[in-house]
């Protein structure tokens, strides 16, 4: 197993800023791609942003260009600046990363628990 620990979320209002931040609690062997998902209420789960191993990142239309997603490989800590938010980013926000716990164990996916973003108009 690999419990992620996420923070930074909370209540702000519309055009303000949020940074979200999610740590694999212990040591992992190897981590791959990390990333954020929100769901909101009544709706599916979907795809913020993710970024690589390397550092590359990718991220949904809808938040292009307002949200940052960065990594301390170091610190196996991804980090998600969250600028211009509007009320449809409210959500819970889960992290997510592709990791192998030891060095014989496969590399799976594995989701924090979440953390509420809610933003007020």
């Known amino acids: 197993q690999v419990p992620l620990v996420e923070s930074g979320g909370g209540l702000v209002q519309a055009g303000g800023s949020l940074r979200l931040s999610c740590a694999p609690l212990?040591?992992?062997?190897?981590?791959?791609?990390m990333g954020w998902y929100r769901q909101a209420p009544g709706k599916q789960r979907e795809l913020v942003a993710v970024?690589?191993?390397?550092?590359?990142?990718n991220y949904a239309d809808s938040v292009k260009g307002r949200f940052t997603i960065s990594r301390d490989t170091a610190k196996n800590t991804v980090y998600l600046q969250m600028n211009s938010l509007k009320p449809e980013d409210t959500a819970v926000y889960y992290c997510?990363?592709?990791?192998?716990?030891?060095?014989?164990?496969?590399?799976?996916?594995?989701w924090g628990k979440g953390t509420l973003v809610t933003v007020s108009s």
């Open positions: 212990g040591r992992i062997f190897s981590i791959n791609d």
């Open positions: 997510y990363c592709d990791a192998a716990p030891g060095k014989i164990d496969p590399v799976r996916g594995y």
């Open positions: 970024i690589t191993s390397g550092g590359v990142p």
